[in-house]
């Protein structure tokens, strides 16, 4: 058996975004953490996301959109656990951000090989990270990744509720 644990971005899901949708379609799936809404505090996001994986030994596969990719990728840097593979949405190119809180992680993003199978979806049209950023991402992070064509950042205010092209990525991850 495989866990779904989903890793929310910086701000609370609509109703109408993919991942809520998600979250409704597969009650099994779990927050990690439960979408907090801003502001973002990456060692608390890396934090509740380890304790969500090491809760149990059974592998789990991480669905993230936006900062929840950063917040995945944090996490592989430093941490370990059952993870069998990770989806990870329109990450953002944040280098040199700081962050809201001055006690969190400085937001650089680790530049290594993640452990697990991982596959990035990136657009042409993304208002935070170029193509070419995704793709530097994808090779940094030895992803396959997935051109998804101009689809705006993927979220809600890009006109995405259901997707299923990632229920079917989800579901090749495990």
Not at 13 to 23: I, N, S, T, V
Not at 53 to 70: D, F, N, R, T, Y
Not at 84 to 111: H, K, N
Request: aromatic share 8%; charged share 20%; net charge negative.
């Amino acid at each position: 058996m495989t866990r779904h644990l989903l890793v929310p971005g910086r701000g609370i899901p609509r109703p109408e975004h993919w991942l809520r949708g998600l979250a409704e379609a597969h009650p099994e799936y779990r927050w990690a953490p439960e979408p907090p809404g801003p502001p973002l505090v990456l060692k608390d996001r890396v934090a509740a996301l380890h304790a969500a994986v090491s809760e149990s030994a059974e592998p789990a596969v991480l669905i993230a959109h936006s900062a929840g990719c950063i917040t995945t990728v944090g996490w592989a840097a430093d941490h370990a656990g059952p993870v069998r593979g990770a989806l990870l949405v329109t990450p953002p190119y944040i280098d040199g951000f700081e962050p809201d809180d001055p006690s969190d992680l400085p937001w650089r993003v680790p530049r290594r090989r993640l452990p697990f199978r991982t596959v990035l979806v990136a657009s042409r049209t993304d208002p935070y990270t170029t193509f070419a950023q995704f793709e530097q991402f994808a090779d940094d992070w030895g992803a396959e990744l997935v051109d998804a064509g101009d689809v705006g950042h993927l979220d809600s205010a890009s006109g995405f509720g259901p997707w299923p092209e990632g229920e079917r990525l989800v579901s090749e991850l495990g």
